[in-house]
Structure formats: C-alpha cells, structure tokens
C-alpha cells in the first residue's frame, strides 16, 4: 500500500510557502518599493497558486458555477462601504483600530505590518511618532449595524489580550514605580516615566499589572506633581501616553476611570499640555468612554470644552482624536447637552463647510440631532444648507445619511425651516432622488421629510 503521509504533507507545505510568500509581496506593494506592475502580477499569480494548492482546480463541470460564484463575491464586496474595508487586506475589519497617523486597520493587518518592522502609515507613508493602535469604537459600531442590516455574520474575534503576568514583569513595575515614587534623583524619575511608557506601550501582558496594583496610577501622577516635573513638557507626555497605553487593556478602564486623579489629569493635559500630550489625552478619554461609568465622570469633570477647543484649533490626528472621544461621550444623553453648550455645533458645521473632518463631524452632528437643544441650535446656526450641500453633493453614501437623519430631526423640531427645505427639493430634487437610492435609513429619513413637505403644503393650499 502507498504511504499517503508524504503527499498530504506535500500540499500542506507548498500552501505555507506560498502564504509566506503572498504576505511579503503584499508587504512590499503597500510599501510601494514592490516593483510596480510586475509585483503586483506576481502577487495574482501567488494567490492563484495558493487557491489551488489548498483547494485544487475547479473541475470542469464546475468552472461555471464557480465562475459565477467568484462574480457575485466580487459584486457583493464592492457594495461594502469603502470605509468598512482594512486599506491592507481589503476586507471587513473585524477589530478597527486607529494608526497614529489617524487612520483605521484591522488590528490584524497592521499589527503584522508593524511587527514586520515597519514604522510607516501604509496608506499615508507618514512616519509614525508611536505604534500604538486605539480601538475605533465608532468604525466597529458602524460596521456592527451595516452587518445586521445586510444580514451578514462576521466570525468572532479571536482573543488578542493576555492576562498573565510573570514574576519578571510584576518585578519590573514594582522596581519602575519605586524609582518613580522614591528616588530623589529627578532625571532617575524623568527616566523611570519614559521606561513606563515604553513597556506600556510594548508589552500587552505588563499593562495588566495595573489590576494588581490599582494606586500605581495616583502614586504616579502625584510624583509628576512635582515642580520640577510638572513643568517638564516631555514628562506630561510620557505620563499621559503611559495612561493611554494601560486604558487599551480592557479590564484597566474601570480601574482607571474610579482613580478621580487620573481623569483630572487628562483633562489638565488637554487644557494646557504639548499638542501631542492633548492629542494622547483625548485618546486616553476615548478608549477610557468605552464604560458608561466612564462617560458620565468624565462629563461631570469638565472634559467637553476642552476636547472641543482641540477639534477646533489641533493638528489633524489631535483633532480626529477629539472628534472620536466626543462621539463617544455624546452617548452618554447627559453629555449631549454638554457638548452643545461647549461650542461643538459650531465647530463641526465649520469643519464640514471647510470640506475638514466631515466623516467625524456628521457623525457627532447624527448623534446630537435627537437632542431638542441641539437641533434648534443646528437649524438656528446655518444647519439646513450645509445638510443640504451635502445630501446634494457629498459622494459618500453614510454622510448623505447622516447629513439627512440631522435634517430629519430639523423638520420635525421647527417647521420654520421647512421654506427653505422646499424651495432647495424643487430646485435639485436631492430628497428624491436619495429616498429612492441611499442607504436604509437614508431612504426612511428622506421619505420622511418629503412626506412631512407634502402635508405642510396641503395644508397651506387648503387654507388659502
């Protein structure tokens, strides 16, 4: 009898190959030093070579029928949200997370790009000032819906956190935070500080060394508390990204959020910090709102103003920062109101005129709209054009559908502003043509407004 073990390895080991050898040249393309035309040609080819080796070619009888399946895969991708998709591997993200250069990967992908060595945004080529990946909440919610509406199940996220601690690792952080408490040499502490951050931002397991140690957190803020500290600029941002990296790790934002010093002294960070110290702020707020608990304290302690003045004035990733932890906030009802008091409708109607942030700032504004307050401040402050600039305008699918949920809630709040809305749909026809080929919502939203449009001017006609 023939030994079947060596021909089933076979496959097996040319599979392997062939995945090692994709991986690179898909590294290489996004790189874009992979030669062009030619790598990208070699890159089919290996795909190609990988699909047989692990299913063998199609038999005859089968090829249409495959064929067929591979059109309706295609056609079936393409209507994916363009924003849904990981920039490297070109599907679904299941586990979004933003680069420090603002934009969003799947965890997956661009942890594997940046274990490769990479120090680079692959779709930017900007040269990262850390590689810390946040969490886009928002993106993952966003995805979550659109799945549900499309009946789509994506597989469950494997587990990407570990909670074991070495007695190495508990040993390090006992040593690091004595030089940080203790030791009278300030440039020893200065040190000690930066050495946290790097092992924070490093070493998954050593940030849930914090759950073993839950003062750590007040023991290091009071001792960057000192004069001679609290004045160093590059101290604040080692000690505000240290935060950050421990509230990426899960179990640390209850932690975190309960110590009444730590959410203070983010807030002073944004108030008064380096611009990358208030942009690490608000991305430690960010992924520290994930808890409801959270949001709510952090609202109470004064957050908002400030995030908004750093959507306002910051660099692009601080501002992208900013809008995400306010996004994240306004979930929490109470903090709605606090944002609007805080100037943010201003703000964003500002950015989206300036063609700036206007994904980020529909998003807020869609969130806001079911807030009485906030929509009669929308519709007052220039609200009902811009929506419908870019319902009219706007090529992205989910900004028509935000921009028309925002003036949903216009209309049916103040029918002062209905005029306007009606001699814009008799001019452009925007609303008809987006009740009949937006998104779900988009339609709902848009059928409602034109309803509301007809009975008004029934109404009218019928009293004259």
């Known amino acids: 009898m023939a030994k079947s073990t060596p021909a089933a390895a076979a496959p097996e080991e040319a599979a392997a190959a062939l995945r090692l050898r994709l991986r690179r040249l898909v590294a290489a393309v996004t790189a874009g030093g992979g030669g062009g035309e030619e790598a990208f040609e070699e890159a089919a080819s290996a795909l190609a ?58 965890r997956r992908f661009i942890q594997e790009w940046l274990s490769a060595g990479n120090r680079t945004c692959p779709q930017t080529q900007q040269v990262l000032s850390n590689t810390i990946l946040i969490p886009n909440h928002l993106v993952r919610s966003m995805i979550a819906q659109w799945c549900t509406e499309k009946g789509i199940a994506l597989s469950p996220l494997e587990n990407q956190e570990e909670d074991l601690v070495t007695n190495n690792e508990r040993k390090s952080f006992s040593e690091l935070f004595d030089r940080i408490s203790s030791s009278s040499n300030i440039s020893e502490k200065r040190q000690a500080i930066k050495d946290l951050r790097l092992l924070t931002k490093r070493n998954s397991s050593f940030r849930a060394v914090i759950g073993e140690n839950p003062d750590s957190i007040s023991q290091m803020i009071s001792a960057v508390s000192n004069p001679e500290l609290e004045s160093n600029s590059e101290v604040l941002e080692d000690t505000v990204t240290t935060i950050l990296n421990l509230s990426i790790h899960e179990s640390n934002k209850k932690i975190i959020g309960d110590d009444t010093k730590a959410i203070t002294f983010l807030i002073s960070a944004l108030q008064s910090g380096t611009m990358e110290a208030r942009s690490n702020a608000a991305a430690a ?41 306010i996004f994240s906030l306004c979930k ?38 079911s807030d009485h307050e ?75 407004i034109l309803d509301k449009l007809k009975r008004t001017i029934h109404k009218t006609h019928y009293s004259c």
């Open 332 to 369: 929490l009802h109470e903090n709605k109101s606090r944002a609007t008091k805080s100037g943010v409708i201003d703000v964003v109607l500002k950015a989206i005129s300036d063609e700036s942030l206007t994904d980020e700032s529909l998003t807020i504004l869609a969130l806001l709209s």
């Open 285 to 325: 707020i960010f992924s520290l709102s994930a808890l409801d608990s959270n949001k709510a304290k952090i609202g109470e302690s004064g957050a908002m103003r400030p995030l908004v003045d750093l959507l306002e004035h910051g660099s692009m990733t601080a501002k992208k920062d900013a809008a995400s932890a």
């Open 49 to 106: 070579a990988l699909r047989d080796a692990e299913l063998g070619p199609p038999p005859k009888d089968r090829a249409g029928a495959g064929a067929e399946r591979r059109r309706r895969g295609h056609a079936e991708a393409a209507a994916v949200p363009e924003q849904f998709l990981c920039p490297i591997s070109s599907e679904i993200m299941r586990d979004p997370v933003v680069l420090a250069s603002g934009q969003t990967y799947d």
């Open 374 to 448: 906030t929509v009669e401040e929308i519709g007052e402050t220039g609200g009902v054009p811009c929506m419908l600039h870019i319902i009219k305008d706007d090529q992205c699918k989910r900004n028509k559908e935000n921009a028309v949920a925002v003036l949903f809630s216009i209309c049916m709040y103040d029918r002062t502003k209905l005029r306007e809305v009606v001699e814009d749909e008799n001019l452009n026809g925007s609303l008809a043509w987006l009740a009949q080929n937006g998104t779900s919502r988009a339609r709902r939203k848009a059928a409602g």
